[in-house]
Every structure is written in structure tokens, then in C-alpha cells.
């Protein structure tokens, strides 16, 4: 496929503050419903920002936000940003049977189609715990892509698939008719970095971040970033009983997302993920 235009590409998992991973141990799933839900009004904030700078997105929804508050996805759909899955449960991918996969993935992405009348092309798995057998099921499923996959090994949660190579283009086919979007990498010391926003991006100071972003996309000609609503609340309840490292990849910095993210989406000219796509 030609890339010749460098493509910065804009992603927003859609879940909640009390969904997320680094705090499972303390929050069960049964709580779930119990709990204050935040999402909509952070998914609102960033539906502003984007507007306010004309820029289109990928949003995997997570399908349990969408049954609740189908409204949001109304939203998104209506402004002209891409309707994506990230599944229903938010279970690690590699923790499942296939059946349970299978069923997951199934009732995510007729949910959201469901509600907005158009077809699902993209899958983000739960923390990137994406695996080879996923793959198949999604093809079946009628996907077109997955973006779960970060060219790394920086991270003890993040899944693998064995057919990668690290030569791969950022966007490359997979399988028969069938896309991988890697999450973005910055090369450094002969390491590679997860360069790609959530935790790195509240961490990294901004100037930094934005030259890493800058020549990841001048030496791959592709960039793609992801973020949480939950990221841009530093109001959200605070849950005491976690490891200290998962406690710090949770609430690091929330209160300069938003400043951060406002800078970014001014500094580089985004796109959604159907966007780097060969034509259907
Ligand atoms: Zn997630």
C-alpha cells in the first residue's frame, strides 16, 4: 500500500475509571453498576477538543459504557468520528477460552452497530492482551482490523503475536484482507518505547513527548496515539488498595491531560485509524 502522506493517527478507548485493569484487585465486576459513571461527560470534553480543532478519531467503545449510555455513542457517531470496538467485559484477551472470546466480541460489536446502523471494522483489545488465536475469531466476526499490538516488550501485561516481525510497517496486513495498526514506539538506545499516550503520555513532559511523536512519524511515516476519557478526570473516586505501581500508572498526572492533549491535537494534523486503510 502507499503511504506517502505521513499519517498521525487519533484513538479513544472509551471505558471507565473503574474498569480499568491496574485497579481489578480492588474493584470487582459486580460493583461495576454501583459505581459513579464518569465516562460520558470525559467523553464529552473530548468531543470538544476535537471539534474545536476539526480532527476526526478512532473511539473503541467499550460495549458495557455503550448499553449504558448508548447516548454516547448517538454523540460520537453524529460528529463524524469512527465507531470501533474494545469489546464488552474488559477482560485480558489471553485469559478467555475462545468461546468466551468469541461470545464477548460478538455481543460488543452488535451492540454498537446496532446503535449507530453502520458497520464495526476495528477491535483494540483490553490493555493490548491481544494473541494469535484473537485473530481468527475477529476475521470471522467480520472485523478488518485490530490495533493492540505495541512493537515492544516494555510491558508485563501487553499481548504478542508470533507472526509479527519488527520490520513490519505500522499498518500491514496480517492475514488475507485482514489489518494490524501497531501502537506507536520511539527507538532510543536501542530500545523501543511505547511512544503512544496513556500512561507514557502523562508522564513524558510534553516538549519531549511531541519531538518523539514528530520522528516517529518523519522516519515510519505513520503515528498512532491512544487515550482514556477516565485520563482527563482527576476528580474520579480514588481507590486506596492497589500496588503502588499500578496506583501510579492509574493517577499519574491526570490533572495535565487535558492541557497536553489540547497542545498535541493542535501540534499535529489527526486522523482516524479507517483512515490509513486501503479502500474497501
Ligand atoms: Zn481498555
Known amino acids: 500500500m502507499s503511504a506517502t502522506q505521513p499519517k498521525a493517527l487519533m484513538s479513544i478507548d472509551v471505558e471507565d475509571w473503574f474498569q480499568v485493569e491496574n485497579l481489578r484487585s480492588a474493584i470487582t465486576k459486580e460493583s461495576w453498576p454501583q459505581r459513579e459513571f464518569r465516562a460520558e461527560r470525559n467523553t464529552d470534553l473530548i468531543l470538544e477538543i476535537l471539534r474545536q480543532n476539526n480532527t476526526k478519531a ?80 475477529l476475521m470471522e466476526l467480520g472485523f478488518r482490523y485490530d490495533s493492540s499490538l505495541f512493537p515492544t516488550m516494555a510491558h508485563d501485561r501487553y499481548g504478542k503475536l508470533t507472526t509479527f516481525k519488527i520490520q513490519d510497517a505500522p499498518v500491514f496486513e496480517l492475514r488475507d484482507g485482514f489489518y494490524q495498526v501497531l501502537l506507536s514506539c520511539l527507538p532510543l538506545l536501542g530500545k523501543n518505547f511505547p511512544w503512544a499516550g ?71 494534523r489527526f486522523e482516524p485509524i479507517r483512515n490509513a486503510l486501503p479502500p474497501l
Not at 241 to 255: D, E, G, I, P, T
Open 58 to 137: 478512532t473511539f473503541f467503545i467499550l460495549a458495557w459504557c455503550a448499553e449504558k449510555a448508548p447516548q454516547i455513542v448517538r454523540r460520537i457517531h453524529a460528529e463524524g468520528h469512527e465507531i470501533a470496538s474494545h469489546g464488552y467485559g474488559h477482560d485480558l484477551v489471553y485469559n478467555l477460552t475462545h468461546e468466551q472470546f468469541r461470545e464477548d466480541i460478538r455481543k460488543s460489536k452488535s451492540l454498537i452497530e446496532d446503535i449507530t446502523g453502520e458497520r464495526v471494522l476495528g477491535y483494540r483489545a483490553p490493555n493490548f492482551s491481544i494473541t494469535d488465536w484473537a485473530i481468527e475469531i
Open 198 to 268: 496513556g500512561g507514557y503520555f502523562r508522564l513524558i513532559p510534553y516538549p519531549v513527548f511531541q519531538r518523539g511523536v514528530a520522528r516517529i512519524l518523519a522516519g515510519r511515516g505513520t503515528y498512532c496515539f491512544y487515550i482514556h476519557p477516565w485520563e482527563f478526570d482527576p476528580g474520579q473516586p480514588r481507590v486506596k488498595n492497589v500496588k503502588a505501581s499500578n496506583r501510579f500508572r492509574h493517577y499519574n498526572n491526570l490533572a495535565r491531560t487535558e492541557a497536553r492533549y489540547r497542545q498535541l491535537v493542535a501540534d499535529f
